[in-house]
């Protein structure tokens, strides 16, 4: 697992370096702000939806030890959201607090965005073994909000989209949470099924 876990992180630095590759080889595209601040928010998604693949791929595969790589997969997840919003305020709007709220006001979805980073944060305070001897039960319940989190981002992806009635790649992320969610739900159905006939014995 520490091998595994290290070829992981090395992994989940990939996008860094294929920006910094494109960016010293000259294929940022004609809009390198544009460019970055849409890959950062598709990586952001990409990441929240590894880390909810994790349960599900540990059953299926029967390696319990997945979930220790499932804390780094958030963090990742919160690192490329940050990149995300930083792109778009930094070099996209230089801090102009005027120049973003009118930007806000014409396209919403900055707002959606701008929310799912927000509830975010507190996952990410919260995602060491401290934090979870300190919340205890309530621990499980706050970082269940990873699941309106990923809808957020979705519906700000979705809505971004929409201007340009672009729907193909979303759609796929869509997709891949449906299914994820799916298999949650049939989780959930099947142990209440079964405890239900484990009382129905006693």
Request: glycine share 6%.
């Amino acid at each position: 697992m520490p091998v595994f876990k290290t070829l992981l992180f090395i992994v989940c630095l990939f996008p860094i370096a294929r920006w910094v590759w494109l960016g010293t080889h000259d294929g940022l595209t004609a809009n390198p702000v544009e460019f970055l601040t849409r890959s950062s928010g598709r990586w952001t998604l990409t990441g929240l939806l590894l880390t909810l693949s994790v349960s599900p791929l540990r059953v299926l595969l029967k390696q319990p030890t997945l979930l220790r790589v499932r804390r780094m997969l958030g963090l990742f997840s919160f690192f490329y959201a940050c990149l995300h919003f930083t792109t778009y305020v930094w070099w996209d709007q230089w801090f102009d607090v005027v120049a973003i709220l009118a930007d806000v006001a014409k396209r919403p979805f900055i707002m959606v965005g701008f929310a799912a980073l927000v509830l975010l944060i507190p996952l990410a305070v919260t995602s060491t073994q401290g934090w979870m001897r300190r919340l205890g039960r309530k621990w499980q319940a706050l970082h269940r909000m990873v699941y309106g989190i990923v809808v957020l981002a979705l519906l700000h992806y979705w809505w971004q989209k929409a201007g340009k009635n672009d729907f193909a790649v979303v759609t796929i992320y869509v997709a891949v949470f449906a299914g994820l969610m799916a298999w949650r739900v049939w989780g959930w159905w099947r142990a209440r099924g079964l405890r239900r006939y484990g009382q129905a014995r006693h």
